[in-house]
């Protein structure tokens, strides 16, 4: 069989694969070259920004299926019993840049992208349940903290403790971090949680708020501390390569998929605040519900192309799933499609990974890259038969707020504060063992160099709250007099 001939990028035959034009064998190159020059210029624009966060990451293709009935909660089509939808999953650590190793200790991004028939839904979840804080307007503070100093551009536990230790609401996403779920096996071998609350509305247009949970099939599985360091120097792409294989040798993960449902109006007099993103719904309040399965079946083709350039929006919502009070939630709605449209641009959706599966009769066009073949009329509402909303489909996606516009915290519900809910982990959810490695993990990372003797008191006096248990093993490791 020949092979076929290499081309530009505009399909002309290629004249060399290796060969610049020059005046005779040792002569000067010439401008003229436009093989040589569409070469070297397209090799200087081969990389979009990295993301901010969650710069270092790998993900796959596969399909959820539901295999109970819960349109009693939602309507959205792809929770229909039965239904089988494509997804994209993609899976990330948060503060490291793009060759960052995959073992280190840092919460680890669960991105799906489902593709529905009423367009994309995207849950951009993490492996914890829980987040460092409840008010966006920390978020880059928070970024800020866990990444790299002005002056020399070293990563610094001492203003990673200095954050933590400000914004004790930190203290059950922290506490979450120390354990060894803070450094998972694979990414195969953790949970996945939608962590934020959700509106759900059924064909009666009746709501609920929920909660996501994507259980991990393979069981879980972590590193210790030494383990995952070591595996730093040894595999910095480890859980992108066992990804990879497994899928390649058809083992394919899969996660069950559920969800916890609290009636709409048990919200406002629940014990906790169930739109605050540093706490969870304890299981007893309300169970897990099972919903289906989740698989992952494909690797990309084109990492770049489908990985790197996949955008993912808490914003894609479909008919029958809606946002909810939770601030962080708000915060990011904004904030990821903003963060698209700067690193990929303004026409991100029109990328093949991005696209939804099914028509897309938007008003919006043109703008940079533009290849979506839009069609007149381009203007609503119009006398020309184009396309109109269906707003009957959202009927239900409504809530009533009423209240002065301010800068404050949220109102506390009855059992509101931020050491509860990491003190119930340490006291009832974790083994002896666990407790014992937590400890000798918040012991290593508060040990670095840089961490002051009055930080480490504060470190102390952070896990005294959680429990003096767990204060004094950390006053302990650190030589701190408690
Ligand atoms: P439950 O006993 O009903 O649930 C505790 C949950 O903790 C388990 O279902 C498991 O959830 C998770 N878990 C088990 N081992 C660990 C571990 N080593 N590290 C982290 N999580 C673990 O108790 P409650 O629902 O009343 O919650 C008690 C505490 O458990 C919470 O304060 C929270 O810290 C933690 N937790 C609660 C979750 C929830 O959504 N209610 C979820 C995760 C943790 P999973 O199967 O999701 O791993």
Redesign the pocket.
Known sequence: MSVPYSTDDAGHPAPSDGLSQSVGPNGPLLLQDHFLIQKMAHFNRERVPERVVHAKGGGAFGELEITEDVSRYTKADLFQKGKKTPLLLRFSTVAGELGSADSARDPRGFAIKFYTEHGNYDLVGNN???FFIRDPSKFSDFIHSQKRRADNQLRDHNMQWDFWTLNPESA?QV??LM???GTPKTWRHM?G?GSHTFLWYNADGEKFWV?Y?F?TDQG?ENLSADAAKALEADDPDAHRRDLWESIEQGEHPSWTVKV?VMPFDDAVNYRINPFDLT????????P?ITVGKMTLNRNPQNYFAEIEQAAFEPSNLVPGIGGSPDKMLQGRLFSYPDTHRYRIGPNYLQLPVNQPKVATRSYNFDGPMAYANNQDPVYAPNTAGGAVSANELYEGDSYHVSGEITRSAYELHKEDDDF??????WE????ES?RASMVSNIVGHASAPSVTDDMKKRVVEYWTNVHPDLGAGVAKGLGVQS
């Open positions: 914890t349940p829980i059950h506490s979450f354990t060894d779920r949970n949680y909660k949970h259980k879980i916890q706490k969870v719904w304890p299981h007893g309040d309300y897990e509860s809910q990491p003190r119930a982990l009832q959810i974790l083994t666990e």
